[in-house]
């Protein structure tokens, strides 16, 4: 009987490790105000948002949040800088059908707050929200705001789906969304000002430029070698290769840029679904100096490329790839395409251009840019100053801001 009590009081303890939030509400850290528990809820966590994470989850601690961020899939080195845990995780339905995070209803059950994705692809996130006044104290949405993408591939499941997430949103403690104007459209739509507020999704803008200061003129004249670049003036395309990224409308436009711009070349990092097909339509065009450079998250590698760069070039789908783009003082030249992400919201008249879905008109415009060196040089500068407005710290600064203020813990802490 001693041996069992003491296996259950070793387990009670080791669940009290793994499940910190639900164990620690109301705990004080050494002299200093109650820890406010908080649960992010992720299906993945992409590599780009490993330092926003480890960020967010430091200052958290010293505004008294303690933050554990759970997902699906190990997020890889070096996930150990935030407080992580990975649930085993199984798709339920037909095909892939929905997904399901195996133990997270027990895990963030107790939290003080609960920052939940809008998807509902994740079947632990509508079912948590419904039971949610027993689960956490405040719920809180972060997404996109709006869906720019369902908005161009309508069908009636795509309906009723954006019909619920609209119909959760507004039964919620409030909503963070990833730039103004996905804020926008929730405050014309009827969500009270005081509960949705922008934070401005980004990447490490710093950690990016840390990096790539470290890259070396050798290093640079070795990659201009080993890719034979010689004195070409060079084009960017970062992103994953699938079709709404437009890639071969922007193979198309590079031939006949080189009709005017012999020494142009490109590059292009990311890998996918298209990859194949798109090497394929390299040859049929017969482009010189085109190279398919793989999928790269190495910071000094990237900063390699990005710094070899003139211009960002991404016709279809814009996403974070504008900001890292800014980093380096890359303007970015796209479309109006209509499915573009909300950053697609940072692209001014200063730091890129937007042209038509014209192949000609879009090759034009690169070629008079890469003609107009003070023009080039002005918008350079221009992107340069973007990117330093949308630097990490003040993204995280903002996150935190909106958890504090919709969770009513700024309210409370001033004593009303």
Same mark, same amino acid.
């Not at 509902?120 to 419904?130: E, M, S």
């Given at each position: 009987?001693?041996?069992?009590? /003491? @296996?259950?009081?070793?387990?009670?303890? #080791?669940?009290?490790?793994?499940?910190?939030?639900?164990?620690?509400?109301?705990?004080? =850290?050494?002299?200093?105000?109650?820890?406010?528990?908080?649960?992010?809820?992720?299906?993945?966590?992409? /590599?780009?948002?490993? %330092?926003?994470?480890?960020?967010?989850?430091?200052?958290? =601690?010293?505004?008294?949040?303690?933050?554990?961020?759970?997902?699906?899939?190990?997020?890889? *080195?070096?996930?150990?800088?935030?407080?992580?845990?990975?649930?085993?995780?199984?798709?339920?339905?037909?095909?892939?059908?929905?997904?399901?995070?195996?133990?997270?209803? #027990?895990?963030?059950?107790?939290?003080?707050?609960?920052?939940? %994705?809008?998807? +509902?692809?994740?079947?632990?996130?509508?079912?948590?929200?419904?039971?949610?006044?027993? !689960?956490?104290?405040?719920?809180?949405?972060?997404?996109?705001?709006?869906?720019?993408?369902?908005?161009?591939?309508?069908?009636?499941?795509?309906?009723?789906?954006?019909?619920?997430?609209?119909?959760?949103?507004? /039964?919620?403690?409030?909503?963070?969304?990833?730039?103004?104007?996905?804020?926008?459209?929730?405050?014309?739509?009827?969500?009270?000002?005081?509960?949705?507020?922008?934070?401005?999704?980004?990447?490490?803008?710093?950690?990016?430029?840390?990096?790539?200061?470290?890259?070396?003129? =050798?290093?640079?004249?070795? $990659?201009?070698?080993?890719?034979?670049?010689?004195?070409?003036? !060079?084009?960017?395309?970062?992103?994953?290769?699938?079709?709404?990224?437009?890639?071969?409308?922007? &193979?198309?436009?590079?031939?006949?840029?080189?009709?005017? =711009?012999?020494?142009?070349?490109?590059?292009?990092?990311?890998?996918?679904?298209?990859?194949?097909?798109?090497?394929? &339509?390299?040859?049929?065009?017969? +482009?010189?100096?085109? /190279?398919?450079?793989?999928?790269?998250?190495? %910071?000094?590698?990237?900063?390699?490329?990005?710094?070899?760069?003139? +211009?960002?070039?991404? *016709?279809?789908?814009?996403?974070?790839?504008? @900001?890292?783009?800014? $980093?380096?003082?890359?303007?970015?030249?796209?479309?109006?395409?209509?499915?573009?992400?909300?950053?697609?919201?940072?692209?001014?008249?200063?730091?890129?251009?937007?042209?038509?879905?014209?192949?000609?008109?879009?090759?034009?415009?690169? #070629?008079?840019?890469?003609?107009?060196?003070?023009?080039?040089?002005?918008?350079? $500068?221009?992107?340069?100053?973007?990117?330093?407005? &949308?630097?990490?710290?003040?993204?995280?600064?903002?996150?935190?801001?909106?958890?504090?203020?919709?969770?009513?813990?700024?309210?409370?802490?001033?004593?009303?």
């Amino acid at each position: 009987m001693e041996k069992i009590v /003491h @296996v259950i009081k070793q387990r009670t303890e #080791e669940a009290a490790l793994m499940i910190p939030n639900a164990v620690t509400v109301g705990r004080r =850290e050494a002299g200093s105000r109650p820890m406010r528990t908080v649960s992010i809820i992720q299906r993945e966590i992409p /590599h780009y948002r490993v %330092p926003f994470f480890s960020q967010l989850s430091a200052q958290g =601690e010293r505004e008294g949040f303690r933050i554990t961020v759970f997902s699906a899939a190990d997020p890889g *080195p070096p996930w150990n800088e935030f407080r992580h845990r990975t649930l085993h995780s199984r798709f339920v339905g037909p095909g892939n059908g929905g997904l399901w995070l195996q133990g997270l209803t #027990e895990a963030v059950t107790g939290s003080d707050i609960i920052v939940a %994705p809008q998807e +509902l692809q994740c079947l632990n996130v509508p079912y948590l929200w419904a039971r949610r006044r027993k !689960v956490c104290r405040s719920w809180i949405w972060w997404w996109h705001g709006y869906n720019f993408q369902a908005a161009q591939r309508a069908s009636w499941s795509l309906a009723v789906n954006e019909s619920a997430k609209r119909f959760m949103t507004r /039964h919620a403690d409030g909503l963070i969304t990833y730039t103004e104007s996905g804020a926008d459209y929730w405050r014309r739509n009827g969500m009270p000002v005081e509960r949705v507020r922008p934070y401005y999704n980004t990447i490490d803008v710093e950690g990016i430029r840390g990096a790539a200061s470290k890259v070396s003129e =050798e290093e640079l004249a070795e $990659a201009r070698a080993t890719l034979e670049l010689g004195r070409a003036r !060079v084009l960017l395309f970062s992103g994953r290769l699938y079709a709404e990224k437009r890639v071969d409308f922007l &193979l198309r436009a590079f031939g006949l840029l080189q009709q005017g =711009e012999p020494d142009a070349a490109l590059l292009i990092i990311g890998d996918g679904p298209e990859r194949k097909k798109l090497e394929g &339509l390299r040859e049929e065009l017969k +482009l010189r100096r085109v /190279h398919f450079l793989g999928a790269c998250t190495d %910071p000094g590698r990237l900063g390699v490329y990005f710094r070899l760069a003139e +211009l960002l070039v991404i *016709p279809g789908l814009v996403g974070l790839a504008i @900001v890292h783009g800014y $980093a380096f003082g890359l303007p970015l030249i796209t479309t109006d395409y209509p499915g573009h992400s909300p950053e697609i919201e940072y692209l001014t008249l200063e730091t890129g251009v937007m042209t038509k879905q014209n192949i000609e008109a879009y090759a034009a415009v690169i #070629e008079t840019l890469l003609k107009s060196p003070d023009q080039l040089k002005l918008m350079r $500068a221009a992107a340069i100053r973007a990117g330093d407005r &949308l630097g990490l710290a003040p993204s995280v600064a903002r996150f935190l801001m909106a958890i504090r203020h919709f969770s009513g813990y700024d309210r409370n802490e001033r004593g009303g």
